[in-house]
Each structure stands twice: as C-alpha cells, then as structure tokens.
C-alpha cells in the first residue's frame, strides 16, 4: 500500500484530471486495480503515472476502462429477472400504462437491453424510452453500437436470440426495435442529479465498489429518485440493511419498493 499522502496526492490529481471522485471508493481494491494497472504500463509511481496518463490520451481511456470495472452480461442472476417479470413488473403496472426505467451503471448495455426485449416481449413495450446511464464514456458508446460477441450473447434465452440478434461476421448485432427502445447518457452517480419519479430503477453490481458511507448516500438518492410505490432491483451480493429509515420496503430478495 501506498503511503497516505501519496495515495491521496494521487487521487486529488486523478479527481482533477477525470472528475471522477476516487475518495467514493473502496481503498484497498481501489488501490489494488490501479497498482496493477501501473505495473503493467511500467509506471515507477503515482507521479510518473500522472504525466503517463496527462500524455497519452489512449492510455488514460484504458485506465479509465480498467478502473471502472465494466462486467455485465444479458439477463445477469437470471432467477431475480423471473421475479421482475412474474412479480414486480405486473405489479407496477397494474395502476399505470407505461413505466419509467432507470439502469445505473449500465455499462455496454447487456442490463438495459435485457430490460427492453422483456418490456416488449412481455408487457407490449409498455416503457417510456429506457434511460441507461454510465459514468464511463467508453462503455456507453460501445453499448449504442449494441455489437456483442458470441460469448457475451450467450446468456440471452434462445427465444430472444433467435429473435433479436443479426449475425454480422463473428460479432452479433441487436436490432434495430431493440435498440431504439434504450437511451444511453452519461452520469457520474456521485454528483450528477437523479431523474426523478421513476417507477423502475436498477443499479446492480455497481456500488460494490464504494464505501459503506457513500454507499448509504447512494441507496438515500435512489429511494428519494423512484415515486411512491416505485421498486429498486439491485445485484445479487447487495442488501440494504437501512431500508426502513430510507423509506424502502423489501419485497423479494434484490428488490426494494419506496413506501
Ligand atoms: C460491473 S458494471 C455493472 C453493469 C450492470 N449493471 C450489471 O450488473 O451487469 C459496473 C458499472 O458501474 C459504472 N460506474 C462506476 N462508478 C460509477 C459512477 N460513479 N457513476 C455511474 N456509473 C459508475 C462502471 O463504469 C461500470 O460500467
């Protein structure tokens, strides 16, 4: 580990260079990734590493790839997506014709995506256009191209991936009513304002990453973003343990609605 005043010379002149606040984040994995990352680019130390990445525009996007931790995959946990088309879904439908999405750290669009053949597969498209937001640039503009491997597609049932998916050389193309059902746009979860009055929002297997404080201000920011009724589906390592005082309810495991 780094002495303190170097890791926090570092992130100070990271935060001014990205705007991305590291302090938000676990330490030690934080430190870990960037560690490795530095060793493998031949950096000496976070001074020299500063300049690498002021220099070289290509590195500071691979870094910011690196750090951001991109995973994803179509229909993730796929018995918690049962519970959001058998439950929640027909739920939040029942006193309303269309619902208002939110996917939070969307990453390369496999979550929204996922969310938009169920919407039209099963509830007749009855969304607004889904918004999927992302604090990393990268991933969103490789999301809108919607362009998979066949690794990455083979997590989608065969019924969708018969039915969605055009076959371009080795890579696979969502088509084109899929992906107009999807806005992508960046935002940093930290600082941007949260849409409002949604009656959907996931954030899964994002705020892992950050600390126990940072964290409660988070869940706080997406119970005060959905309307009354509105459920929050989040990954399947995450509870929330202070519910009640955010004015959620738990209602299936991963899914919390606002009182
Ligand atoms: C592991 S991926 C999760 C993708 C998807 N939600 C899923 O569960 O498959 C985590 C995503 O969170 C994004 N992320 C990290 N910090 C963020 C922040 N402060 N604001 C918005 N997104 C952030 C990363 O860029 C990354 O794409």
């Avoid at 330490?27 to 002021?54: D, K, T, V, W």
């Avoid at 995959?73 to 058998?86: G, P, T």
């Avoid at 809108?144 to 019924?159: G, R």
Wanted: glycine share 4%; proline share 3%; with cysteine.
């Amino acid at each position: 580990m780094a002495s303190t005043y170097d890791w926090e010379w570092f992130m100070q002149q990271f935060g001014i260079m990205s705007k991305i606040d590291l302090t938000a984040y676990k330490r030690p994995q934080m430190e870990r990734r960037i560690n490795s990352f530095m060793r493998s680019h031949g950096a000496e130390g976070y001074h020299s590493f500063i300049s690498m990445l002021q220099t070289d525009q290509t590195l500071y996007r691979k870094f910011i790839e690196h750090l951001t931790i991109n995973v994803s995959e179509f229909f993730r946990n796929q018995a918690h997506w049962e519970v959001l088309e058998n439950q929640v879904i027909p739920e939040l439908l029942s006193d309303r014709s269309t619902l208002k999405i939110w996917s939070a750290g969307c990453s390369t669009g496999e979550e929204p995506y996922s969310l938009a053949m169920l919407m039209k597969e099963r509830f007749q498209s009855r969304s607004d256009k889904i918004l999927a937001t992302d604090i990393d640039q990268d991933v969103l503009d490789k999301a809108s191209q919607a362009i998979y491997t066949e690794k990455a597609v083979s997590t989608l049932p065969p019924y969708y991936a018969r039915k969605y998916l055009v076959r371009e050389g080795e890579y696979y193309r969502l088509s084109d009513d899929i992906k107009q059902m999807v806005t992508f746009k960046q935002h940093d979860l930290l600082k941007d304002p949260y849409p409002r009055y949604n009656d959907l929002i996931l954030c899964r297997n994002v705020v892992i990453y950050f600390t126990e404080e940072t964290k409660c201000r988070l869940y706080q920011n997406f119970a005060d973003a959905l309307r009354p009724g509105g459920v929050l589906f989040i990954g399947s390592t995450e509870q929330i343990f202070q519910a009640r005082e955010l004015g959620l309810k738990s209602i299936a495991t991963f899914f919390y609605q606002k009182l």
